[in-house]
């Protein structure tokens, strides 16, 4: 299957030929940034899978945890299109958003809700952890 998908102004394209691993919402605070209030949607996928076109730039920081990760955004719309541990190379994140084909894909489960406001709106349908998840593999 190739799945395909971008950032706004159609600068950065990717392209996936593998199916998505799992997908999940996270409330971290990072990325409560990142969704302008809101929880992230991330798609994990075989990195070696994941060809890019265009330019992206990378926000890099130091998780909690001592991980190097990787924010990866487009420089002239901002979208975010990927998230990346250097711990972890063979598995890379999508920003759910930015998918051609939002629907192939459906969250599993919530993480990090301890650090999402009052008001967040988490979904009860899904399992919901207070941390973070164990790897997807
Ligand atoms: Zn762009
Ligand atoms: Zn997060």
């Keep these: 299957m190739e799945i395909t998908g971008g950032c706004l102004c159609r600068a950065a394209r990717y392209r996936i030929n593998a199916a998505p691993i799992v997908t999940r919402v996270c409330w971290c605070r990072l990325c409560q940034y990142i969704g302008a209030g809101s929880a992230t949607v991330n798609t994990c996928f075989a990195s ?31 979208t975010h299109v990927f998230s990346a541990a250097d711990a972890r190379p063979h598995r890379i994140f999508v920003r759910s958003g ?19 406001p009052s008001w967040a709106c988490v979904d009860g349908r899904i ?11």
């Excluded at 930015?98 to 999402?116: F, G, H, M, N, Y």
């Design 98 to 116: 930015t998918l051609d084909d939002r629907e192939i894909v459906k969250p599993a489960v919530t993480i990090w809700s301890s650090q999402a």
């Design 48 to 78: 070696d899978a994941l060809v890019v076109s265009g330019e992206l730039r990378d926000y890099r920081s130091i998780a909690d945890s001592g991980n190097v990760m990787h924010r990866r955004f487009c420089p002239t719309c901002g």
């Design 127 to 137: 399992p919901c952890l207070e941390g973070q998840a164990p790897p997807a593999g």
